[in-house]
């Protein structure tokens, strides 16, 4: 590490840093409580090579101005906006289908439509109303190779298994967060996000999700309940051996300086609340292009409490 004029440490880019998703694999770094935070998407379809930011710098699909628009309204109505695509070979003529999801812990809807072009992305009604309702899951593995190449390398390996067993079902996506966990997915609606899934087997993910299960090895968290709910439900999980992806509803979080207690309750059993402690990772380097490492909070457990079921 080299200390520039400024103060602020950066990384010697004298000889080339190993992928981050292999750094992270490298310091066996945990994947729960990790999955970025998202209650309702919007899902484009976008057929074709995107850019950094796939919406503003995919010229070859989408006019700059058009999609700069289309991901204003979308943050103005606190969405998270996603492109997809199909994997592998393109079509000859581009379809402009649109999902929307509403992730909640408890009663997750997903809507699907179609426009004729990506002008009338503008005026799909934000709350799905004009498409039909669909059964999940809608699997989206990150393959954006421009935003970070470990989405390239490890998330488009990645999708091709999954596609393999569920062609219907699954899209490569648009940034998702969280690069150095590639190959990263989320399945809609439930939101639930996980990380490493090209070391994970896809035909256990997708029959586990049909008998509403989830694999806690990969899962990195809930898009739908906060960081520090998601650590307690992984301990939960962990200590329970709970896999039930309608497990848990929170009841309460409490926060005090380092300290947060979670209150669950749990579907057919006692509830618990969950004591974490907030600690700070040592620096680390979130991206393959990032050269100032960065801490990131974790939790770690001090107590599982269970309610009396007299």
């Not at 799905?128 to 989405?151: E, F, I, N, Q």
Request: aromatic share 6%; with cysteine; glycine share 8%.
């Amino acid at each position: 590490m080299t200390l520039p004029v400024d103060g602020a440490p950066h990384l010697s880019t004298d000889r080339p840093m190993p992928p981050c998703s292999d750094q992270s694999l490298a310091r066996d770094e945990p994947l729960f409580a990790t999955a970025s935070l998202g209650f309702a998407w919007l899902l484009l379809e976008m057929e074709g090579p995107w850019g950094h930011s796939a919406f503003m710098q995919s010229p070859r699909i989408l006019d700059r101005d058009l999609g700069r628009s289309i991901v204003r309204r979308a943050e103005a109505a606190s969405m998270r906006i996603v492109a997809i695509r199909r994997p592998g070979r393109r079509s000859a003529t581009p379809r402009w289908r649109w999902f929307i999801a509403q992730s909640r812990p408890e009663g997750s809807v997903l809507y699907q439509g179609e426009v004729a072009g990506p002008q009338d992305y503008l005026d799909i009604p934000l709350d799905g109303s004009a498409g039909v309702r669909v059964d999940g899951p809608l699997t989206a593995v990150c393959a954006h190779g421009k935003h970070d190449r470990c989405c390239a390398v490890r998330g488009r390996g990645a999708a091709a298994a999954l596609t393999a067993h569920d062609p219907e079902n699954t899209w490569e996506c648009s940034h998702l967060g969280g690069d150095r966990f590639a190959a990263t997915m989320v399945v809609l609606p439930e939101g639930l996000s996980y990380g490493r899934i090209d070391t994970a087997d896809p035909v256990d993910l997708l029959t586990r999700y049909a008998d509403g299960r989830v694999d806690e090895r990969f899962l990195r968290g809930r898009t739908c309940v906060s960081h520090a709910v998601q650590a307690a439900e992984h301990y939960l999980r962990e200590a329970t051996g709970d896999d039930r992806i309608e497990a848990f509803t929170t009841l309460g979080v409490e926060e005090s300086g380092d300290r947060v207690r979670v209150v669950l309750a749990v579907a057919e059993g006692p509830q618990c609340t969950v004591s974490l402690r907030v600690v700070m990772s040592a620096p680390l380097l979130s991206t393959c292009d990032a050269r100032i490492p960065g801490s990131v909070r974790r939790f770690e457990l001090e107590s599982l409490e269970f309610a009396d079921q007299a």
